[in-house]
C-alpha cells in the first residue's frame, strides 16, 4: 500500500504549547517510548504495512496538537486515536479492492484525497 | 517519564522535528516474520533465551504471535515463546506491550490445552491470560463497564480479541456467585452477541465454546435467582454449544454437575445420589481436580439432606482437606458450613457455632452472598433449636438482609417468615408483624401460590389487625419450601 500524504498541520495549533526544544535523548525517549509502540500497534493489531502505521501515527500526533486533554491520560487518548484511525484506513481500503473487483481494475483504484473521518468527539 | 516535559509539549517537539522527514520504523512485517519462523524453529529446538529487549525484538515478537496464531503448535512450543516473551528484560514499556503478548501467548496455550485436553493445565493458562489483560488499563476500563453501557462497537472491538473475551467470561464466572442478579443480565447480553458472531465468525468452534459458557453461567445466575426454568433453559443452551466443540466431555460433566446442583437446590436429593459416583469419576479421569471436590461436596449435602450423616460427614472431611479446596475460598467456606451444620445435627451446638464462625472469613472473601446468607440461616436454626430465640433472630435479620443486597429476593422472603416464626414464638409479636409485612409484597411478586392463597388471606388479616397468627406462617413456611419446585 502506497504511503499517505503527511498532512500539514495548522500553524494555530502550534501556539498551544510554548516549544521548548526537545534535547537529542529526549527525541529518542519518544520514538522509543511512544512512536514506535505505537506504529507496532497499528502494525501488528490492524495488520497495517510499517509505512501506514508511521502515517496513522504522525496523524494522530498532528490530532493530538489540537485535541488532547492534557488533564486525561494522553496516552489512552493515543492508543485510542490510532486504533480509530487504523481502522478507518482498513475500511477504506476494503471498499477500494471491493470496488476495484466490481470494476475489473485489480489491486487499487488510485488514491483517495479525501481526508479520512476520524469519527471521535473532542 | 521520558522527560520532565508536558506530554502536548513532547508531541509538539517531536511533530516539528520530525516534519517532512521519514521515520526509522524497525524491521518491516515481512522481515519480521522471515525471522519468527527462524527464531520459533531454534525455540522447538533449544529453549528461550533471555536477554534485554531491543526494538527489533519487540516485532519479531508480535510476528511470532502471529505465526503460533495462525498455524498448529504443539504445547510445548507455545510454553517455550512465552517463556522467551516472559524471561526478556523490557526497558519502560508505558503502552503494556509485554503484557499484550503475554497476553496472545498464554491464550494459545489455554486454547491448546482446552482442544488437548489438558484441564489442569488450562486452568494455568487462563489464570496468566486474565493476568495479563487486567494488567492493561485500557482492558480494565473496558471490562468495569456493563455490557449494556458500552457501545456496539466498543465490544465488537474489544471482545473480538480472543484474550479479552475469555477474561470477560472469567469474570462472568466470579459474578454469578457474588452478585447473580446483575450477571444475568450481562450473561445473557454477551450471549445475544457471540451467537450473533457464529455465521461471521471464522473460529466458530471457540465461539461455541465460549456461547455455551457464557450460557452456563446464565444458568448458575437463574438457579441463584430461584428460576429454575430457566435454568434448566439455558443449561440446555449450554449443553447444545458445548456438544459441538472439540472436546466435548468435560463441558457436558459440568452441564450435568450443574443440573443435580439444581434438584439438589428443589430437595431431590434421592434423585442425584446415584448419579454423582460417576459424574466424579469423569472429573477425576479429565483431570479437573475442582469439579471432582465440588462433586464430592455436592454428594455430601445430599448425603446430609436424606439423614446419611456419618457418609456426608466423611465426604466434607475429603473435600477440606484437599489442597485445591485451600486455593477456593468459597468451596472452603460452603464445606465448612456443612460440617457446622453437621456438628448442629448431631446435637453438638456449641461446636457446631465454633464450626460456623470458622466458615465467616471464607465466605466474607468468596464475596458469595448465597454462602454468606447460607451462614447466618444455619446458625439462627442452632440457636433457635438451643432455645436462643433473640440470637436466632438477629441471626436471620443478617441474611435476610444479605439477600436482600443481593437482590435474591425469593431468599430474602424466606428468610423474613424464618424471622417472623421466631420473633412470635419469642413474644415479640410487633416484630414479627412488620417482618411478614416487608415479606409479602415480595413473595406476592415472585409468584403465586395457589396452595397458599388461604394462609396469605389469613396473615393479610393478620397484619390488618397487627397480630401474627402462627399457623398461618407456619403455613406459608411450607408454601414457600414447595413454590421452589414450580419457579
Given at each position: 500500500m502506497a504511503s499517505r500524504a503527511r498532512r500539514e498541520q495548522p500553524p494555530e495549533a502550534v501556539a498551544t504549547h510554548a516549544r521548548i526544544p526537545m534535547s537529542e535523548p529526549e527525541l529518542e525517549a519518544f520514538y522509543r517510548g511512544v512512536f514506535l509502540p505505537l506504529v507496532r500497534r497499528a502494525t501488528w493489531k490492524h495488520g497495517l504495512s510499517k509505512e501506514d502505521a508511521s502515517d496513522i501515527v504522525q496523524d494522530a500526533f498532528l490530532l493530538a496538537l489540537s485535541k488532547l486533554d492534557s488533564a486525561g491520560n494522553p496516552k489512552a487518548w493515543l492508543v485510542q486515536v490510532v486504533d480509530h484511525l487504523a481502522l478507518n484506513l482498513q475500511r477504506k481500503s476494503a471498499r477500494r479492492t471491493q470496488l476495484g473487483h466490481r470494476w475489473g481494475l485489480g489491486d487499487g483504484i488510485g488514491e483517495s484525497s479525501e481526508d479520512s473521518e476520524l469519527g471521535i468527539g473532542d | 517519564m521520558i522527560s520532565q516535559m508536558s506530554f502536548g509539549a513532547l508531541v509538539q517537539n517531536w511533530v516539528a522535528a520530525t516534519k517532512g522527514r521519514n521515520v526509522p520504523t524497525g524491521l518491516s512485517v515481512e522481515d519480521a516474520m522471515s525471522r519468527a519462523r527462524n527464531v520459533l524453529g531454534r525455540l522447538e529446538q533449544s529453549g528461550a533465551e533471555a536477554g534485554p529487549v531491543e526494538a527489533q525484538t519487540v516485532d519479531v515478537l508480535y510476528a511470532m504471535c502471529r505465526c503460533l496464531e495462525r498455524g498448529t503448535f504443539a504445547l510445548e512450543t507455545l510454553k517455550v515463546a512465552y517463556d522467551l516473551a516472559a524471561s526478556l528484560q523490557w526497558p519502560e514499556d508505558e503502552f503494556c506491550e509485554r503484557d499484550q503478548l503475554l497476553a496472545r501467548l498464554a491464550y494459545l496455550a489455554w486454547n491448546n490445552c482446552r482442544l488437548g485436553p489438558d484441564c489442569r493445565a488450562m486452568r494455568q493458562w487462563q489464570s496468566r491470560c486474565i493476568s495479563s489483560v487486567t494488567n492493561q488499563e485500557i482492558y480494565r476500563n473496558f471490562l468495569a463497564m456493563t455490557f449494556a453501557t458500552r457501545s456496539p462497537s466498543l465490544n465488537a472491538q474489544f471482545l473480538a480479541e480472543p484474550p479479552v473475551l475469555l477474561t470477560a467470561c472469567s469474570t462472568l464466572a466470579k459474578t454469578c456467585n457474588t452478585q447473580p442478579a446483575l450477571a444475568v443480565h450481562e450473561a445473557v447480553l454477551m450471549y445475544e452477541w457471540l451467537t450473533s458472531q457464529l455465521n461471521t465468525s471464522s473460529v466458530s468452534e471457540e465461539i461455541r465454546y465460549f456461547a455455551g459458557d457464557v450460557a452456563y453461567y446464565a444458568a448458575a445466575c437463574f438457579r441463584h435467582l430461584g428460576r429454575f426454568r430457566a435454568?434448566?433453559?439455558?443449561?440446555?443452551?449450554?449443553?447444545?454449544?458445548?456438544?459441538?466443540?472439540?472436546?466435548?466431555?468435560?463441558?457436558?460433566?459440568?452441564?450435568?454437575?450443574?443440573?443435580?446442583?439444581?434438584?439438589?437446590?428443589?430437595?431431590?436429593?434421592?434423585?442425584?445420589?446415584?448419579?454423582?459416583?460417576?459424574?466424579?469419576?469423569?472429573?477425576?479421569?479429565?483431570?479437573?481436580?475442582?469439579?471432582?471436590?465440588?462433586?464430592?461436596?455436592?454428594?455430601?449435602?445430599?448425603?446430609?439432606?436424606?439423614?446419611?450423616?456419618?457418609?456426608?460427614?466423611?465426604?466434607?472431611?475429603?473435600?477440606?482437606?484437599?489442597?485445591?479446596?485451600?486455593?477456593?475460598?468459597l468451596l472452603l467456606g460452603m464445606t465448612v458450613l456443612a460440617l457446622g451444620e453437621l456438628a448442629g445435627q448431631f446435637g453438638e451446638p456449641e461446636r457446631a457455632l465454633g464450626i460456623l464462625q470458622e466458615a465467616l472469613p471464607y465466605l466474607q472473601e468468596s464475596g458469595s452472598p448465597v454462602g454468606l446468607g447460607g451462614m447466618h440461616s444455619v446458625t439462627a436454626e442452632v440457636l433457635r433449636n438451643e432455645g436462643q430465640l433473640d440470637a436466632a433472630a438477629r441471626e436471620y435479620g443478617k441474611a435476610t438482609e444479605v439477600y436482600r443486597a443481593a437482590g435474591l429476593s425469593f431468599q430474602e422472603a424466606y428468610m423474613r417468615v424464618l424471622r417472623s416464626d421466631t420473633l412470635l414464638a419469642s413474644g415479640r409479636d410487633d416484630e414479627a408483624v412488620e417482618e411478614l409485612a416487608a415479606a409479602l409484597p415480595v413473595i406476592a411478586r415472585e409468584g403465586a401460590m395457589v396452595d397458599s392463597v388461604a394462609a396469605l388471606a389469613l396473615l393479610k388479616e393478620s397484619l390488618r389487625r397487627k397480630r401474627a397468627d402462627p399457623r398461618a406462617i407456619a403455613r406459608l413456611r411450607e408454601s414457600l419450601a414447595s413454590m421452589r419446585r414450580e419457579i
Open positions: - | 435454568h434448566d433453559s439455558w443449561l440446555d443452551l449450554a449443553q447444545a454449544h458445548f456438544a459441538n466443540t472439540s472436546y466435548a466431555e468435560p463441558l457436558l460433566a459440568r452441564v450435568k454437575w450443574c443440573r443435580l446442583v439444581a434438584l439438589y437446590d428443589l430437595h431431590r436429593s434421592n434423585e442425584i445420589l446415584g448419579e454423582i459416583p460417576s459424574l466424579t469419576a469423569t472429573f477425576r479421569r479429565c483431570g479437573m481436580e475442582v469439579d471432582e471436590l465440588k462433586s464430592i461436596f455436592l454428594e455430601a449435602s445430599a448425603l446430609k439432606f436424606v439423614g446419611r450423616r456419618s457418609e456426608a460427614l466423611q465426604r466434607f472431611e475429603v473435600v477440606r482437606s484437599a489442597s485445591a479446596t485451600a486455593a477456593d475460598p
